[in-house]
């Protein structure tokens, strides 16, 4: 079993910044995938950034050059910078692993993201 407790959500003003970090528990290999996806009202859930195998890194078009994931695979910790936001970047921001073997998922509870004048 993962359990996964997100933090570091909140309202900012466009053009600034949040960082969010994501604490893991239970079985974790740095094999798994680690990442962030995130889902803003009426659309589905789409993929953020995720680092897998501890060093193969994946951004969605909308977030690459403002947007920055980093893990701690010894504190089992990913972790998403977000620099540049906009309001289109809105949404409950979800930690993801992805077992490598068994590609079972598990999620955190979410953190919302807001970005507003």
């Known amino acids: 079993q993962v359990q996964l407790v997100e933090s570091g959500g909140g309202l900012v003003q466009p053009g600034g910044s949040l960082r969010l970090s994501c604490a893991a528990s239970g079985s974790i290999f740095s094999g798994d995938a680690m990442g962030w996806y995130r889902q803003a009202p009426g659309k589905q859930r789409e993929l953020v950034a995720d680092?897998?195998?501890?060093?193969?890194?994946h951004y969605a078009n909308f977030v690459k050059g403002r947007f920055t994931i980093s893990r701690d695979n010894a504190k089992n910790m990913v972790d998403l910078q977000m620099n540049s936001l906009k309001p289109e970047d809105t949404a409950v921001y979800y930690c993801n692993v992805k077992k490598i073997y068994s590609q079972e998922a598990y999620w955190g509870q979410g953190t919302q993201v807001t970005v507003s004048s």
């Open positions: 680092i897998l195998s501890g060093r193969i890194i």
